[in-house]
């Protein structure tokens, strides 16, 4: 309703949390990375395409680093360029941006949709990907090479725009999300990014 008093449940609750425009972008990766560490489902947003590019280099630096050298080096060694310029191999979170009802995810009538989360298993030869869900029933699903190069991104951070057909957590699961905000979002967008996680939703600015 766009009532102002709103945001008193999540100063109330510790959910807001005040830095500097860089220092908040390093706080809401560093809480997201810890959630994701500790189990939780957990999504990471961020105003614009910038910033959200450098925290998915930043995640998939980071994950790369944390298998190991000789494993990083093997999981990098097959990789594929996303739409959004950056790439992806297996064992990477991406999402799909774009409802692609002939990509079956099912028998029971499943399709590809916009704003799921996958894992990459496999990088093949001609540019296409199998990813698994990264919730739910782990069924396979092959993703064209067309459809990667322009209607998918790495998925570890987005913009809030591009979150509004995500979901943290459900069924057992624990949700969060990490939104990094600015002084020019609209009510809408401050909506949305403050009901992405079933559990909690904290803001960074």
């Known amino acids: 309703n766009g009532d102002p008093?709103?945001?008193?449940?999540?100063?109330?609750?510790?959910?807001?949390?005040?830095?500097?425009?860089?220092?908040?972008?390093?706080?809401?990766?560093?809480?997201?990375?810890a959630d994701r560490a500790a189990g939780r489902d957990s999504i990471l947003l961020a105003p614009t395409n910038e910033l959200v590019a450098q925290l998915n280099e930043r995640a998939r630096l980071d994950?790369?680093?944390?298998?190991?050298?000789?494993?990083?080096?093997?999981?990098?060694?097959a990789t594929?360029?996303?739409?959004?310029?950056?790439t992806a191999s297996a064992g990477d979170t991406i999402a799909t941006r774009k409802n692609a009802r002939w990509i079956r995810t099912t028998s029971r009538g499943g399709w590809v949709k916009n704003g799921h989360r996958w894992t990459v298993r496999t990088v093949h030869d001609d540019g296409s990907l199998?990813?698994?869900?990264?919730?739910?029933?782990?069924?396979?699903?092959?993703l064209p090479a067309r459809?990667?190069?322009?209607?998918?991104?790495?998925?570890?951070?987005?913009?809030?725009?591009?979150?509004?057909g995500m979901t943290a957590g459900g069924r057992g699961?624990?949700?969060t999300c990490h939104t990094v905000i600015s002084d020019r979002l609209t009510r809408q967008q401050f909506y949305v990014a403050g009901t992405r996680g079933s559990t909690e939703n904290h803001f960074y600015g």
Not at 11 to 30: F, L, S, T
Not at 63 to 77: I, N, P, Q, Y
Not at 132 to 140: H, I, Q, S, W, Y
């Open 173 to 175: 699961t624990e949700g």
């Open 5 to 33: 008093a709103g945001i008193g449940f999540y100063i109330d609750h510790h959910r807001v949390h005040v830095g500097a425009d860089q220092h908040a972008a390093d706080m809401a990766y560093e809480a997201w990375a």
């Open 130 to 142: 199998t990813v698994v869900p990264l919730r739910g029933t782990a069924t396979p699903v092959r």
């Open 80 to 86: 594929v360029t996303l739409a959004d310029g950056l």
């Open 147 to 164: 459809y990667v190069t322009t209607n998918t991104t790495l998925g570890y951070a987005c913009t809030i725009n591009a979150a509004q």
């Open 63 to 77: 994950r790369l680093t944390s298998v190991g050298a000789k494993a990083s080096a093997t999981a990098a060694a």
